[in-house]
Nanobody
Framework: QVQLVESGGGLVQAGGSLRLSCAAS????????MGWFRQAPGKGREFVAA????????IYADSVKGRFTISRDNAKKTVYLQMNSLKPEDTAVYYC????????????????WGQGTQVTVSS
């Protein structure tokens, strides 16, 4: 089992940047694929990005491609989401999640979740 804690959310103006972090504890972090999802009010949980066990592979949602970058540091048991050129439509609660397989982009495929961190982008 793995426990996940997100941090780094906040309020930022459109065009600004934020970096989210997700610290893991428990079983071997490098055994897990890590993903970021987000959920806006009244909407379902949306896939944002995922990174493979070593960090060599990444997947992005079309809506964030070119603006967001996912990375991980297995020694620190931490995954990051660098968010640049933020837009008001990026406003949501952001969650990190862990899974054993690389590729799935559905929230239901991920086994472990953090509590979420709020990101608000003002226009």
């Amino acid at each position: 089992q793995v426990q996940l804690v997100e941090s780094g959310g906040g309020l930022v103006q459109a065009g600004g940047s934020l970096r989210l972090s997700c610290a893991a504890s428990g079983r071997t972090f490098s055994s897990y694929v890590m993903g970021w999802f987000r959920q806006a009010p009244g909407k379902g949980r949306e896939f944002v990005a995922a990174i493979s066990w070593s960090g060599a592979g990444t997947i992005y949602a079309d809506s964030v491609k070119g603006r967001f970058t996912i990375s991980r540091d297995n020694a620190k048991k931490t995954v990051y989401l660098q968010m640049n050129s933020l837009k008001p439509e990026d406003t949501a609660v952001y969650y990190c999640a862990a899974d054993l397989q690389f590729g799935p982009t559905l929230a239901s495929e991920y086994d472990y979740w953090g509590q979420g961190t709020q990101v608000t982008v003002s226009s």
